[in-house]
């Protein structure tokens, strides 16, 4: 069959069949890709959201787990913690309730009260014989005529200063709860009662119960004591509370504490790993709801892929609709070559789309992945413009504490509030996050002390306000609290009214030195943190009166005059005497920030002139000054004379060392030649350092020494104490060694005669040029046979006594001081010194 000229050839045309062959398959071929891109983008979509559904039910599962699984298990082991702490307490104060009601009766009882009445104690005692038979844990009960209170050290249940206290109480019908007492190994409850126990407002006696501890503990351990710790504690007017006894183990868990009425005492109960399993929630029902969740999720997602990435259909709802550009390369494909030229070329904005193309925000498109360019940097940080340190003065940065006037050019409120940033940051920079404040009564330590601590809680750092106490409060606080060993202390010591400076003590460690340098360095670069701490109000007083009663025992009463130059030792010393059983003189110990009977320095003679005075008037055992800060000591004995704090050191070295033969003493290098001997002679190791609180301080960490004192009367007792510098401490240590020997003052003193010596002399010179002068006597200074020590300004020793001139750190001055066999030897060793000293700067006023 022929063909007509002009027609189509098409099946019979076998080179025309394959090309049509051809141009169908790479038409597929692209349809498929795009199938292909289809199904990625649904499953990259798929992909998403199922991450997103994981990481929802992850943050699900952990809220849901807490809710369901924790807190119910943290509440379960609360509540039954709460049940075993109030179950215990509730048995205690069933028993301690029995035994008050049959002290009551006993105090009721006919004769009882007729022989106290008539002050017979004997015939009270055998009467309380008879009606006391019977009370099984009683140890001791006794009828105490008013007025006839006494210690009583040797007895099975001692009276001491707290059975007094509550005896008087109960005399004048005041409230007498149950207190505990440690006695040997083991501790007592203690009951009192007026006898009458109703009447006039004034009681004729009491009764004082002394019951065994061990009674209280059989009722606690009448618990299953598997289940945790009961720790039984005592409580007056602080929140510390002293541990009685304790019974049980447990450490697995948060405590719990519960009080048990009308007594002091309290449960402390702490769960142990047992209780924790008991209280352990099983995750059932949170596994379930977790795992609905979590399939619904991951079907959610599948639902949401599929609705979201879906083909465009056609008319008839099936087939995957080619995109534009598909369809029109089709067409130029099945067009001859010629048509080509004339056909129009596709919009570049439909080459760069397909079917699949969403429109992503610039936010999505980083959450999902989807932007290729690089990742945008965050704005760098903005630099704190440089400090200006033209008003932070140098001078006022000292050896061992920060101190100067308080002035424009010293130190201010802003001062104060700089010195605040930068004792937070370094606390918080050394692993505590909390410091203690005190302050003593000058008349700028309040704006200065609330400066401080605005200073303080900026940087985050928590403050415990301690109040107006003595330094060595502040110690004590530091060792005691239990959530920082880091504390500073507004005082200038014993400074003059216009003068105000910082204590600090950072982690244990007094700063001196370097790190005050370091403190001041902090503070011009502004390497402060930010934040914002809480201050609290706590007050320690209470504590650290019954600490010291605690630790020392006077054996016999004696009378005191106190004078506290009207700093803040006034507001304490008093009482600490008194509750020790002193009869207490006090003088100048109303706070009074202007001083104004004298300077509160014990370490020069004039201003101890009125405690000498009224001494003598009262006819009292003996007087103690305390400095500015209570942190110093100097007494005086009725004859008017002055013991100095070398002389005071020989008592108390020759007392440790009877208990701790070969310990260390340390001594600064204004003390005499004779302590260093008498040290020897008792079996001790002398040790001679420099002057300063925290240099002393620091070296007796060092070498473990029990005890150690400067001349200016710090005294540093580590045996039975902390180590650091306590002149109300130290006072009451003394009265303890005098009533044990009794002795006299005087007599106890004369066992340690001391070389004729001088005070210290002050010779004034500029802040600026003080130690470059010392280093020049040093290095110039002819002594001749003399032995020089440098350890702290210039000591030279000779065969027949010694001279020292040092750079004072609290002040602009210079220090010396003599000691020899005779007055002569001093005057020529007063010569000597002058001569030295004059070579070095001739407009020196060199009085002495």
Same mark, same amino acid.
């Given at each position: %069959?022929?063909n007509k000229?002009?027609?189509?050839q ?8 394959e ?6 398959t ?7 890709e795009a199938t292909?891109r289809?199904h ?8 998403i ?6 990481v ?7 809220w849901?787990?807490?809710?369901m699984v924790?807190?119910k298990?943290?509440?379960?082991i609360?509540?039954?913690?709460q049940? /075993?702490a109030t ?5 205690l104060q ?7 009601a049959e002290l009551?009766k006993?105090a009721n009882?006919?004769?009882v009260?007729s #022989?106290?009445k ?5 015939v009270a005692?055998?009467?309380?014989v008879g ?5 099984d ?6 009828a105490i005529p008013k007025?006839?209170e006494?210690l ?5 249940a001692?009276?001491?200063y707290?059975?007094?206290d ?6 004048r019908r005041?409230e ?6 440690p006695?040997d190994?083991?501790?007592q409850?203690?009951l ?6 109703e009447g006039?407002k004034?009681?004729?006696? =009491?009764l004082?119960a ?9 009722k606690?351990?009448d618990?299953n004591?598997?289940?945790g710790?009961?720790?039984?504690q005592q409580?007056f007017? #602080?929140?510390?509370?002293l ?7 447990g450490?697995a868990?948060? =405590?719990?504490?519960?009080k048990v009425p009308?007594? /002091? ?10 209780l924790?399993?008991?209280?352990n929630?099983?995750?059932?029902l949170w596994l379930l709801v977790i795992?609905?969740?979590?399939t619904a999720?991951?079907?959610l997602s ?10 465009k259909?056609?008319p008839t709802?099936?087939?995957l609709?080619?995109p534009?550009?598909?369809?029109d390369t089709?067409?130029?494909e ?7 030229a ?6 570049t904005l ?7 193309d969403i429109?992503v925000v610039?936010?999505?498109a980083d959450?999902?992945?989807l932007?290729s360019a690089a990742?945008r940097?965050?704005?760098p940080?903005?630099t704190?413009?440089a400090?200006?340190?033209?008003n ?5 940065f000292?050896a061992?504490d920060?101190?100067?006037?308080v002035d424009?050019?010293?130190i201010?409120?802003d001062v104060a509030?700089r010195i605040g940033?930068?004792?937070?940051s370094?606390?918080?920079d050394q692993g ?15 704006e200065?002390?609330e400066h401080?601590?605005?200073?303080i809680l900026?940087t ?5 306000y ?6 060595p409060?502040m110690?004590f ?5 239990e959530?920082?060993s880091?504390?500073? %202390? ?6 003059g009214?216009?003068d105000n400076g ?10 001196s ?5 370091d403190?001041r360095?902090?503070?011009t670069q502004?390497?402060f ?10 007050? @320690? ?6 600490? @010291? ?9 004696? =009378?005191v005059?106190i004078d506290?130059?009207n700093?803040?030792a006034g507001?304490?010393?008093p009482?600490?005497f008194?509750?020790?059983g ?5 003088l100048?110990?109303e ?6 009977n ?5 370490s020069?003679?004039e ?5 000498i005075a009224?001494v003598q ?5 003996l007087?103690v000054?305390f400095?500015? $800060?209570g ?20 008592l108390f070295?020759k007392?440790v060392l009877s ?6 003493v340390?001594f600064d290098?204004k003390?005499s030649?004779?302590?260093n001997q008498?040290?020897?002679?008792y079996?001790?190791r002398p040790?001679m350092?420099?002057?300063?609180h925290?240099?002393?301080?620091s070296?007796m960490v060092?070498?473990?020494?029990l005890?150690g004192?400067?001349y ?6 580590k045996?039975?104490? /902390? ?6 401490y130290a006072a009451?240590?003394? %009265?303890?060694? @005098?009533?044990?020997r009794?002795?006299s003052?005087?007599?106890?003193f004369?066992a340690f005669?001391m070389?004729?010596?001088t005070p210290?002399?002050r ?9 470059a002068?010392i280093?020049?006597l040093?290095?110039q200074?002819?002594f001749?046979t003399?032995?020089?020590?440098t ?7 000779f ?5 020292l001139?040092r750079? #004072?750190n609290?002040?602009a001055e210079?220090t ?6 005779n007055?002569?030897?001093i ?8 001569r030295?000293?004059?070579k ?6 060199? $009085?002495f």
């Amino acid at each position: %069959m022929s063909n007509k000229p002009g027609d189509e050839q098409t099946t019979n045309d076998p080179a025309t069949a394959e090309q049509g062959k051809a141009k169908l398959t790479r038409g597929e071929k692209r349809a498929q890709e795009a199938t292909k891109r289809f199904h990625a983008r649904r499953h990259k979509a798929l992909a998403i959201m199922v991450g997103l559904s994981l990481v929802l039910n992850a943050m699900l599962a952990l809220w849901l787990y807490d809710v369901m699984v924790e807190q119910k298990q943290r509440a379960r082991i609360e509540q039954n913690s709460q049940e /075993y702490a109030t179950g215990a307490a509730n048995r205690l104060q069933r028993i301690i309730e029995q035994w008050h009601a049959e002290l009551q009766k006993w105090a009721n009882h006919p004769a009882v009260v007729s #022989s106290i009445k008539t002050g017979d104690t004997d015939v009270a005692q055998q009467a309380l014989v008879g009606i006391t038979q019977g009370s099984d844990a009683l140890v001791a009960v006794r009828a105490i005529p008013k007025g006839h209170e006494a210690l009583v050290t040797d007895h099975a249940a001692p009276i001491g200063y707290a059975e007094l206290d509550l005896i008087r109480r109960s005399t004048r019908r005041q409230e007498t709860l149950a207190e505990a007492a440690p006695h040997d190994n083991s501790w007592q409850l203690q009951l009192a009662a007026p006898i009458p126990p109703e009447g006039e407002k004034t009681a004729a006696g =009491s009764l004082l119960a002394s019951y065994d501890g061990q009674a209280l503990e059989a009722k606690i351990a009448d618990t299953n004591i598997a289940m945790g710790e009961f720790r039984l504690q005592q409580t007056f007017s #602080s929140p510390r509370a002293l541990t009685v006894a304790t019974t049980g183990t447990g450490n697995a868990g948060p =405590s719990i504490t519960a009080k048990v009425p009308g007594t /002091y005492l309290s449960i402390h109960f702490t769960p142990s790993p047992l209780l924790i399993d008991n209280a352990n929630e099983l995750p059932g029902l949170w596994l379930l709801v977790i795992s609905l969740c979590t399939t619904a999720g991951l079907a959610l997602s599948l639902i949401l892929a599929r609705i979201l990435i879906r083909p465009k259909q056609g008319p008839t709802g099936e087939g995957l609709v080619l995109p534009k550009q598909y369809k029109d390369t089709q067409a130029a494909e099945e067009s001859s070559d010629d048509d080509i030229a004339d056909t129009p070329q596709p919009s570049t904005l439909y080459q760069t789309q397909d079917i699949l193309d969403i429109s992503v925000v610039e936010e999505d498109a980083d959450i999902l992945g989807l932007d290729s360019a690089a990742p945008r940097k965050k704005a760098p940080a903005a630099t704190k413009a440089a400090t200006k340190t033209d008003n932070l003065p140098d001078e006022i940065f000292r050896a061992y504490d920060i101190r100067g006037k308080v002035d424009a050019s010293g130190i201010t409120p802003d001062v104060a509030q700089r010195i605040g940033l930068a004792l937070g940051s370094e606390v918080q920079d050394q692993g505590e996050s909390a410091i203690i404040v005190a302050r003593d009564d000058r008349t700028h330590s309040p704006e200065l002390c609330e400066h401080l601590i605005n200073g303080i809680l900026d940087t985050g750092c928590d403050v415990i306000y301690i109040g107006e106490v003595p330094t060595p409060l502040m110690h004590f606080a530091t060792a005691e609290i239990e959530q920082t060993s880091s504390g500073v %202390m507004v005082t200038a010591s014993h400074n003059g009214p216009e003068d105000n400076g910082f204590k600090i003590v950072i982690s244990g460690e007094n700063l001196s030195d370097s790190g005050i340098k370091d403190l001041r360095s902090r503070i011009t670069q502004e390497r402060f943190l930010e934040g914002k701490g809480r201050q609290v109000r706590e007050d @320690i007083s209470a504590d650290y009166i019954e600490r @010291i009663f605690s630790d020392v025992a006077l054996a016999g009463q004696l =009378s005191v005059v106190i004078d506290a130059g009207n700093a803040v030792a006034g507001r304490i010393a008093p009482q600490l005497f008194e509750e020790l059983g002193c009869d207490v003189v006090p003088l100048h110990c109303e706070p009074d920030g202007t001083f104004p009977n004298h300077m509160p320095d014990p370490s020069k003679p004039e201003n101890l002139q009125d405690l000498i005075a009224k001494v003598q008037e009262v006819g009292a055992d003996l007087g103690v000054a305390f400095d500015g $800060d209570g942190d110093r000591v100097v007494v005086v004995t009725p004859a008017g004379s002055i013991i100095w704090p070398d002389q005071l050191l020989m008592l108390f070295a020759k007392d440790v060392l009877s208990r701790n033969p070969g310990a260390d003493v340390l001594f600064d290098v204004k003390c005499s030649k004779q302590l260093n001997q008498l040290i020897s002679s008792y079996g001790g190791r002398p040790i001679m350092w420099k002057t300063g609180h925290s240099h002393m301080k620091s070296k007796m960490v060092e070498t473990g020494a029990l005890l150690g004192g400067e001349y200016s009367g710090h005294i540093f007792f580590k045996e039975r104490w /902390y180590g650091f510098d306590d002149g109300l401490y130290a006072a009451a240590r003394l %009265m303890e060694i @005098i009533t044990l020997r009794d002795q006299s003052v005087d007599e106890a003193f004369a066992a340690f005669p001391m070389l004729p010596s001088t005070p210290e002399y002050r010779v004034a010179i500029a802040d600026s040029e003080k130690f470059a002068f010392i280093e020049k006597l040093i290095e110039q200074g002819d002594f001749q046979t003399g032995k020089a020590t440098t350890i702290d300004g210039l000591r030279v020793d000779f065969a027949k006594g010694w001279g020292l001139v040092r750079a #004072s750190n609290t002040a602009a001055e210079l220090t010396l001081r003599f000691e020899a066999e005779n007055e002569a030897t001093i005057e020529k060793l007063k010569q000597l010194f002058k001569r030295e000293l004059r070579k070095i700067n001739k407009n020196l006023n060199l $009085d002495f």
